[in-house]
């Protein structure tokens, strides 16, 4: 058991940074799908700047943890992993309070809370990972 977590914290890091990534880059070239997958709805009158906002977030927080990944910085991975709680539990509590939410649509908010504090916690208490 003990090889096998190193191995998973290592690619589900990686797959939630890339992850992070693609979801941003998505709210640059397809807005309204974008903001439709996050669980909202806003009549923006063809003003996304609320989307190039939430899109440059989330390639931020997907860079520097795919880049604190790669460059073996596990206790700022930990740290940062355990501060970005707070991003997905907003963004969950945002789309909680939508008149016409889907308890669908607040899974994978819900999983990137449970998701950060288990890698924030393993990162964090890692000194050296194979």
């Known amino acids: 058991m003990k090889k096998i977590t190193p ?5 589900l ?8 990534v693609f979801i941003g880059a998505r709210f640059f070239f397809v807005p309204v799908e974008a903001e439709h997958a996050y669980g909202i709805q806003v009549n923006t009158g063809g003003n996304f ?3 190039y906002l ?7 927080s997907g860079l520097a943890l795919t880049a604190l990944l790669l460059t073996r910085q596990y206790r ?3 740290i940062l992993s355990l501060c970005a709680v707070i991003v997905p539990a907003t963004d969950m ?3 909680a309070s939508q008149a016409n939410v889907q308890t669908a649509a607040l899974y994978p908010h819900l999983s990137a809370v449970i998701i950060a504090i288990l ?3 393993y990162y964090l208490r890692a000194k050296t990972v194979k």
Request: overall charge positive.
């Open 7 to 11: 191995i998973i914290a290592y690619w």
């Open 13 to 20: 890091c990686l797959l939630t940074g890339l992850g992070l």
């Open 49 to 51: 700047s609320f989307h």
């Open 54 to 60: 939430k899109g440059a977030r989330d390639i931020f």
């Open 76 to 78: 700022a991975l930990g």
């Open 93 to 95: 509590s945002i789309v």
């Open 119 to 121: 890698l924030g916690s």
